[in-house]
């Protein structure tokens, strides 16, 4: 099993639609949690860190519950640029960082 | 602020020679990541630099692969000799000390081919 498992995607939806990303992870002393977002090609770029009471950041909101290791991205009002393979992301100590394989987003007009 | 930049952007070898993949991280960043992603999997950590320290080089994957950072600026990751299997996109990532250093700030990515 791996460490953080992220939904396989891909996922097509409508512009303007709302989409939800799952993400689990298997270490309980994991300590911080990201959404990274890469585009074809590119390098991965922080989207927003996920904290425990949850966040938002504009369109974006990001949830965690720690007892189920449980992390999720929602994205509202889903716009053509938000095409980009997303990447959920735990610490567990200052060095080990594991990546989850990433879930592909395709936002279609 | 000029960001992580990596150099060479594309490398192509052929297997069993050396190549030597060169980060700047973000002037003033203590912390210096080293990761790689090969074809269809996810992106995997290498190893971690603190200054010139190695702090947790625990994902680098033989002894074929070394990675410095004299003078705790910029970074350089060899390998050598080359094998197939090291074809991939190595990135590197700066982030600065403390609680802030937990955002990570990655580079292009080099795309090294080994034939």
């Known amino acids: 099993r791996k460490e953080v498992e992220q939904d396989p995607g891909p996922f097509n939806v409508p512009e303007g639609a709302t989409v939800a990303f799952n993400c689990t992870y298997s270490n309980s002393a994991s300590q911080s949690f990201f959404w990274y977002r890469q585009d074809c090609r590119k390098e991965p770029k922080l989207l927003m860190s996920?904290?425990?009471s949850g966040n938002e950041d504009g369109r974006f909101t990001a949830q965690l519950n720690r007892a189920s290791q449980y992390i999720s991205l929602l994205i509202r009002d889903s716009k053509l640029s938000d095409s980009a393979t997303y990447l959920c992301v735990v610490r567990s100590s200052a060095s080990k960082i594991i990546f989850g394989s990433g879930t592909r987003l395709s936002i279609r007009p | 602020e000029a960001g992580v930049t990596q150099f060479p952007s594309h490398s192509v070898i052929e297997k069993g020679q050396t190549v030597t993949l060169r980060c700047d991280p973000i002037s003033g960043h203590d912390n210096l990541y080293w990761y790689r992603r090969v074809m269809g999997k996810e992106i995997k950590f290498l190893l971690h630099f603190v200054k010139e320290s190695k702090q947790d080089e625990s994902g680098m994957p033989n002894n074929r692969f070394l990675a410095e950072r004299t003078g705790g600026t910029y970074s350089t990751l060899k390998v050598q000799p080359a094998e197939l299997e090291d074809s991939g996109v190595y990135f590197c990532?700066?982030?600065?000390?403390?609680?802030?250093?937990?955002?990570?700030?990655f580079g292009p990515g080099t795309r090294l081919t080994v034939t």
């Open positions: 996920v904290y425990s």
């Open positions: 990532a700066s982030s600065p000390r403390g609680l802030a250093g937990y955002e990570q700030y």
